[in-house]
């Protein structure tokens, strides 16, 4: 399967890339991470590519890693459509205290504006 991983240096994605990373190892996956701009995360671009190029190395998954430039939603969408990948794995979603799940603005344009499978890690 080939999954386009977003990442933005958020301990949800994070977590995600964690989870991702193992799932292609097993599975054999072809995987591709795009670092998107997140303001709100507190690792900047470089140090979260370095971040993910020694997660992927512990765990012994070639991977590419590419930054997208532009609106983050926007960049995965066009990216998942123009690389022909069949999944994009994003981490979000937090519980509110009702139980409800709550998603950011970038997780929530890519679901609606998808044309492949979207899968939220938590």
Same mark, same amino acid.
């Given at each position: 399967?080939?999954?386009?991983?977003g990442i933005g240096?958020s301990d949800d994605?994070?977590?995600?890339?964690?989870?991702?990373?193992?799932?292609?190892?097993?599975? *054999?996956?072809?995987?591709?991470v795009g670092i998107?701009?997140?303001?709100?995360?507190?690792?900047?671009?470089?140090?979260?590519?370095?971040? %993910?190029?020694? !997660? &992927?190395?512990?765990? $012994? %998954?070639?991977?590419?890693?590419?930054?997208?430039?532009?609106?983050?939603?926007?960049?995965?969408?066009?990216?998942?459509?123009?690389?022909?990948?069949?999944?994009?794995?994003?981490? *979000? *979603?937090?519980?509110?205290? !009702? $139980?409800?799940?709550?998603?950011? @603005?970038?997780?929530?344009?890519?679901?609606?504006? @998808?044309?492949?499978?979207? @899968? &939220?890690?938590?």
């Amino acid at each position: 399967m080939k999954v386009l991983l977003g990442i933005g240096g958020s301990d949800d994605s994070l977590t995600a890339l964690e989870q991702t990373i193992d799932r292609a190892r097993e599975a *054999g996956d072809d995987l591709t991470v795009g670092i998107i701009d997140n303001p709100a995360a507190e690792l900047s671009r470089d140090a979260l590519e370095a971040r %993910v190029r020694e !997660m &992927l190395d512990e765990a $012994g %998954v070639d991977a590419t890693v590419r930054h997208l430039e532009g609106d983050p939603g926007s960049a995965l969408v066009d990216l998942s459509e123009d690389g022909h990948f069949d999944k994009i794995v994003l981490g *979000g *979603g937090e519980t509110s205290p !009702m $139980g409800k799940i709550r998603i950011g @603005s970038i997780a929530e344009f890519v679901l609606l504006n @998808s044309h492949v499978t979207v @899968s &939220l890690v938590r």
